[in-house]
């Protein structure tokens, strides 16, 4: 059985906490908002330290995507968000 190396353990350990960090964020923004129609994707992406850009997407086919509502959001190492700019509420 080959050996892991534990640098590369640590790597992917961190990546899995970005990912799911990435996809609780989503899902906030999402609960708050409420869920639009022809929802695509929800982009959620590190800016730096504890800030965020998330993206709603919708469309019915990768082709034809328009990102229909943009956050900028700080959230805390556990990925609750804080604040954001603009605030987010209820839409859909």
Do not use: C
Not at 41 to 62: I, K, P, S
Not at 82 to 92: A, G, L, M, T
């Amino acid at each position: 059985m080959p050996k892991t190396d534990p640098a590369e353990q640590d790597k992917a350990m961190e990546k899995h906490k970005s990912d799911t960090r990435n996809v609780f964020i989503g899902e906030q923004v999402i609960h708050t908002l409420g869920k639009p129609d022809g929802l695509y994707n929800v982009q959620v992406r590190r800016l730096w330290e504890d800030r965020y850009r998330v993206n709603v997407v919708v469309g019915e086919t990768a082709a034809s995507p328009k990102i229909a509502n943009s956050y900028f959001v700080k959230a805390d190492g556990d990925g609750r968000i804080i604040e954001s700019n603009p605030k987010i509420k209820k839409q859909y």
